[in-house]
């Protein structure tokens, strides 16, 4: 029988979302995806870390339609290439293993695993502010900048790949406001939610 399942996390940026995928993961005793996949992509495709984030963050984005005429279709090929790597490392590490892989619309990728579950963290946006400046220690003007910016990538690469938004209800089957509980509370309440899902006892977690 298969005991595998696969947790993913997308998050508004400011909800502290990935330190809690990080607690989450020790609590289940299961490897933690996020930042991993860039550098296996970077290292798959030959390319510089620098060059794959620098191309997730620009797909769809007015930043990237303004620049298509002069790059003519370079720029869109290799983002395909990039999505399509990332896609294939995502599945081929849910075949293998019980995880949590956060972002890279690993919920739309991995939407037809039947032993996947799929979790959106969001805050309202004085908390996410509050927590860019006190947890990730931002400067004010920054930490709005950030918030508008990275909000509008995710949103911008989620709908260009998956044809729908990253906090689209429809495609998750939770959402969580991490301003209630913070991270432990959080990470915590999903941890017994996930038990429950996939039938998980505190001895045989993972």
Known sequence: MDHRFIVTISRQFGSLGRPIAIKLSELLGVNFYDRDIVEMTAKNLGMPVSEIKKHEESVGSGEYLRMMFPLGRSATETQDMIFNEQTRIIRDIADRESCIIVGRCSDFILGNEKNAMHIFIYAPYEDRLRNSIDVLRMGK????????????????YHLHYAGYAPEDLLHHDLLLNSSLLGINGSAESLYQTIKIRFGLDDKEDA
Not at 141 to 156: F, S, T
């Open 141 to 156: 003007d920054e930490a709005e900048k950030m918030i508008k910016k990275v909000d509008r990538a995710r949103k911008a």
